[in-house]
């Protein structure tokens, strides 16, 4: 009997679940198939959490399941406990083995979001002799090549350039002249509080989705095959469907949209999600599309739901950062990932992976990271980010360590996030100057200090922050280079009083005690 012919074999990947995907685009039932692999080679290429990989293999069967209620044809690897049923090694040869034996005339694919899977996609398509035809991705409000026009002949990239380019263009809070809504581009000045002695004001945490039957069979395949990894799947709770990203986008709208630009920077004990949306999952795998995240924020506005501090302050998390570090990454990269400006070489300390220290704020970040594969942006950058950089981790490695443990982690996102953001490896590109602090710093924006065994105040002695202490180790080891900084002329002045005072050489003594320290 004859093979049926296949005309395009579509590719999904796992961060692609777009229903409206370009990938789509033509797809004739009776002659294209829909192809999706779950593969042990992605997940230990790049060390994945096991909340990382629930999150991506329950959301890749729900959307195969929805295309095969559509009568589509989907050839789907589904990973087994059995590694002896494994379809092959990696992405490459199980594709490799159904190319050879399904013959498609074309593979489709919408451009990746990761620079390496794309070269592995088209070196494989090469060797097959199989033609790739790789689509724009029209997930993102930009594509790379306006990015790429944007940068032209700019000496520098400032995300308030292009924010407020982009809005014009897709008239977003902006009256019919261009101008913003408000009078204001910018509302920092009004955000940005601290909680007080009080605490967070009564909210309603994200709602929970109790895992269904196909997520309860990827959890406990994940547990069985990959129990070594690190982070913990037992209160998985994220929406897996689109169905329940909307419900889960709604009720960000309703609950927590209104008071988000107040609380975007505060930290507190059991705070784990506070007044962030936790969208970041459903927008990266693509379940929900960023512009009608920001529209239903400015409907909010537009209704009187939600002020206009908090709704642009939301927008410019997506319209502004989201876009702008991916065209960072299209632009810069393969060598991006190579920079380490600050010449930085040690490894992501052990407590980074279990949680295991008495620093307060680092041990509920990991508590959050390891429960929740999550972790809401100022703990990323001014508790773990603020860390790793002051203790001196390679800026690729605490990448790498990011892409293990958090589950909206994907290469455009978190490269620029982590190791230019957060520390400043690439040296200016993402941000003007590196985001270091002292142990003041969090507690001005958080209750953790109070119940910490080490004292914020203290950057030498017995119970000396270990915070306060890298800080000035931190400024010390690259003073030549930050000198010159007109915006670190305050923190260098401090610098200069420890060293006149005799204390910077005790600071650095227990710097390199705190560094050498196996527990903190
Ligand atoms: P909210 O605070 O509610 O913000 C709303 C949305 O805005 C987010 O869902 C996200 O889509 C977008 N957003 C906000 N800030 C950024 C940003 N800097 N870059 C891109 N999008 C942004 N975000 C990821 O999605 N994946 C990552 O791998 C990632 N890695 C990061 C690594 C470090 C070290 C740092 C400092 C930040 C990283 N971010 C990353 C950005 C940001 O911290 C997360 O998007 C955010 O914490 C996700 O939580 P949320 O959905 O509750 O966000
Ligand atoms: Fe963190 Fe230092 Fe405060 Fe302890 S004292 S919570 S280590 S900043």
Redesign the pocket.
């Known amino acids: 009997m004859s093979r049926p012919s296949v005309r395009n074999l579509v590719l999904v990947l796992g961060d692609q679940l777009d229903r409206e995907s370009a990938a789509l685009d033509g797809f004739a039932a009776d002659r294209d198939i829909v192809w999706m692999a779950e593969n042990a080679g992605e997940a230990t290429h790049v060390w994945s959490s096991q909340h990382r990989l629930v999150t991506f293999f329950a959301c890749m069967r729900h959307y195969r399941d929805a295309l095969r209620e559509k009568d589509w044809r989907v050839a789907y690897h589904e990973l087994s406990t059995r590694q002896s049923e494994d379809r092959g090694k990696d992405f490459a040869e199980i594709l490799r083995n159904d190319v050879n034996k399904m013959r498609p005339e074309k593979l489709i694919v919408v451009e990746p979001g990761d620079f390496r899977v794309r070269e592995m996609l088209r070196g494989t398509a090469k060797e097959l002799g199989v033609e790739l035809v790789e689509r724009t991705d029209r997930h993102f409000f930009d594509t790379v090549e306006n990015f790429r026009a944007f940068a032209e002949d700019r000496k520098s990239l400032v995300l308030e350039t292009y924010y407020r380019q982009l809005r014009k263009r897709e008239e977003i809070l902006v009256d019919s002249a261009g101008k913003p809504v408000g009078g204001e581009w910018n509302f920092d000045q009004q955000n940005r509080d601290s909680f007080g002695a009080k605490g967070p004001p009564e909210h309603k945490s994200p709602r929970s989705f109790a895992p269904d039957a196909v997520t309860r069979e990827v959890i406990e395949m994940v547990k069985e095959r990959f129990g070594e990894h690190p982070g913990s799947v037992d209160s998985f709770a994220l929406p897996v469907t689109r169905k329940d990203a909307l419900a889960f986008l709604r009720e ?1 709208i309703e609950e ?1 949209l209104p008071r ?1 630009g107040t609380y ?1 920077d505060a930290l507190w004990t059991g705070g784990d ?1 506070l ?10 795998l693509k379940l929900l599309c ?1 512009r009608e ?1 920001v529209a239903k924020a400015v409907k909010a506005y537009e209704e009187g739901a939600a002020p206009l501090p908090a709704v642009e302050g ?1 927008v410019r ?2 319209l502004g ?2 876009e ?3 065209g960072i990454y299209w632009l810069k990269m393969p060598d991006y990932a190579k920079r380490n400006h600050l010449e930085a070489e040690r490894d992501v300390p052990r407590y980074f992976w279990d949680g295991d220290t008495d620093m307060v704020c680092v041990r509920e970040a990991m508590r959050n990271v390891i429960e929740h594969g ?8 001014m508790v ?2 603020l860390f790793a950089q002051l203790y001196g981790v390679h800026p690729y490695r ?2 790498e360590w ?2 293990a443990m ?1 589950s ?3 290469d455009w ?2 490269l ?3 190791l230019g ?3 400043y490896g690439d040296g200016g590109i993402v941000g003007t100057k590196p985001y270091c602090a002292s142990g003041n710093y969090i507690n001005k924006m958080s209750n953790y200090c109070a119940s910490c065994r080490y004292n914020y105040k203290k950057n030498h002695g017995e119970d000396a922050c270990p915070f306060s202490v890298l800080y000035y180790d931190f400024l010390a080891r690259h003073r030549k280079r930050f000198g010159s900084n007109r915006r670190m002329t305050f923190q260098m002045k401090n610098l200069e009083k420890k060293e006149a005072s005799g204390e910077l050489r005790d600071i650095r003594k227990q710097a390199e005690e705190i560094i050498g320290r196996e527990r903190l």
Do not use: K
Request: net charge positive; hydrophobic share 50%; no cysteine.
């Open positions: 960000f927590r988000f975007q999600f007044f962030h949306s936790r969208l970041s999952v459903a927008l990266n960023p995240v939301f998390q997506i950062w989201r702008f570090v991916r999550y972790a809401h942006h100022i703990q990323r950058l773990l980010g605490f990448h990011h892409m958090y909206d982690a994907v996102v978190s620029p996030n982590a953001m957060s520390q």
